[in-house]
């Protein structure tokens, strides 16, 4: 469906480049939920925004985006936004607060789908919003008037009523409470399973509620994947020993590695305008070597899953 390699996206600066995404490189298969986590300022905006849209002070570096054969890094800014909502559609981090607060949603969803939608749209929408526990007069309100809650099911409806193949929602819980959040994962995976879209790239530094949903999770550290691999794998058995501190720092989560005594997080991540050498995670790392100082770790494969460790490189 989607293929990342090698993408190197930095942010042009007055002091240098910020290496915020820089070498990731993973597929999004058809029907599959992917989560993506870690923590903040690890690059995970960054990624997704770019893929669909980019934008300075964004500079694309290296790399290649490939959706339906084509590589979205070399068509024009015209083309990338045909693909936008009919292809792949993005909520960006914070965009339930964003919405015009001067239109009602009807006035927001014909903006967003002139041009672009068959039939009635607006039936369509009244029908989307009842699926996910709505009431249709939704389309008469403004955003202020509704909660977050709904305010979020309301931004997801609307990004995928021109039924993408891939939808990408970043930190789209984040702001929520606990039982809303558990709707809203309800919701996408639901538009999954009715097809309403294809696959999802679902974004949160919240790994407890990816694993609800996700079918693989790929972490990120400073820019860079430190593992992915199948959701039961990298949380119940996770190899990287950031994946490890990581989950160790869920108390939900991490209520199952009491026995390891493992350290936890130390430290603060590297700023990204210079990053450290060799594997980045290595000056907080427990178990880091002379090797993890010299020299960045290649891609390792374990089972189903890819980890960027010299632990499991086999050398
Ligand atoms: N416009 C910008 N100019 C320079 N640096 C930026 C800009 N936007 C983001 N960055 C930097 O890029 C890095 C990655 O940021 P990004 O927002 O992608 O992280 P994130 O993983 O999404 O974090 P969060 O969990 O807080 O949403 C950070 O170091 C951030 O400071
Ligand atoms: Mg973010």
Redesign the pocket.
Known sequence: MLRVEDLRVYYKTLSGYVRAVDGVTFTLSKGEILGIAGE?GSG??TLVNYIILPKPPMVRIAGSIVYRGIDLTSITPGELSKIRYTGISIVP?YAMDALSPTKRIRAIIRDLTRGRAEGDIEEKARERLRMVGLPGDVLDRYPIELSGGMRQRVVLVISTLLDPDVLIA??VTSALDVTMQRAVLEMLASFRDTGIVRSIIL?SHDIAALYQVADRIMIMYAGKISEIGPAEEVIGDPLHPYTRALIDSVPRLGVRYKTRRLTGLKGEPPRLASPPTGCRFHPRCSVAEERCRAREPPPARVGKRTVYCWLYTGG
């Open positions: 903040s995970k905006s981090q970043d930190e974004v």
